[in-house]
């Protein structure tokens, strides 16, 4: 009895692992396309119509073609979070709308 609970216990922690994990999934990535502005060994300056876009890159960006002021470019990238500060908690209960 008890090696059968353990058995089913086990499988239903490995079902929630798995579909946790399924969820998850990468990151969303995203594309900007433009004439470059700049170019640097650790960002690239686009224009997106009026904006200046800078994405930043590294050693294992791929690039393809000649990174060169006013070339047409389309860039994928992802949003990383660099810092992430979670505001201390006031310890009183929020305000109910319309009060």
Not at 31 to 52: C, F, H, N, S
Not at 78 to 96: I, L, N
Request: aromatic letters at 6%; glycine letters at 10%; proline letters at 4%.
């Amino acid at each position: 009895m008890h090696k059968q609970f353990f058995s089913l216990a086990m499988a239903g922690i490995a079902c929630l692992l798995i579909s946790g994990s399924a969820f998850a999934g990468p990151p969303k990535t995203y594309q900007v396309t433009g004439p470059i502005l700049e170019v640097t060994d650790t960002m690239i300056a686009v224009k997106k119509g009026t904006d200046r876009w800078e994405i930043a890159r590294d050693a294992n960006t791929k690039v393809t073609g000649d990174l060169k002021v006013g070339a047409k470019i389309t860039i994928t990238y992802t949003m990383t979070a660099t810092t992430a500060a979670v505001a201390a908690d006031s310890g009183k209960p929020a305000k109910k709308s319309g009060s």
